[in-house]
């Protein structure tokens, strides 16, 4: 995104994350859904399409479903607050922003894996130099030490599950939250606030020994 742009438009481009909506949207309805006052409005949705994210025809605005989270990383790469940013996505949009952080990275991702009998699902698998990181997004906005206990327990039989249907697999599992102070342990396993998780994954290497590995016996 083009740098002229004054600070106090860039953040509100944040909360104008939340009018982006798949199909047409007019100034006036942007500004309805984002309390931006219309002036802002036409200034921010005429700089996302002058970055080639979205079109104008006719005074309206057409979005597709990845452009919120192509304006999430963009602003994201202008130094923006990443847990501002987080919030102001949907849990699928946080998925996929978790999904894009590993990716650049150099990471082979895959969203949405589904395991069979038992059916179940991880969020996002990254996977490089022969190790996979099997991670549970959390978009909550609050939870208690015995619910993330609860999420660590189903994520362990995931990644369980997955290293006996994967030929070889050496597989590390990670929740990554909206909200929390720092990155915390519950059985070995790491509880990552997004603004963090960039970090996490380039040191992840480095401390992989602090971490519950699973792999076949």
Sequence with gaps: MSHEIPLKINL?????????????VSVKDFSAVTKINEGDSKIILDEFVKNQIGT??????????????????????????IDEISIALDWKDFEGLTAEILSSKNFAVIK???????????????????IAILIDCKHWKRYST????????????????????TEGAIAVPVIVTLYQDKVDFIENVPIVPIFQFSSFVDEFYGNIDQMKTIQKD
Excluded: C
Excluded at 112 to 130: A, H, Q, S
Excluded at 146 to 165: D, G, M
């Design 12 to 24: 509100k481009m944040i909360t104008g994350l939340q009018g982006i909506i798949p199909g047409g």
């Design 56 to 81: 104008k025809h006719d005074n309206f605005y057409y979005f597709e479903d990845g452009d919120k989270l192509k304006i999430a990383i963009s602003l994201l790469e202008k130094g923006l607050p």
């Design 112 to 130: 949405n894996m589904i395991l069979t009998k038992p059916r179940m699902e991880i969020d996002v698998v990254g996977i490089r130099l022969g």
């Design 146 to 165: 015995s619910s993330l206990s609860s999420v660590v327990k189903k994520q362990i039989e995931r990644t369980k599950q997955y290293v006996a249907k």
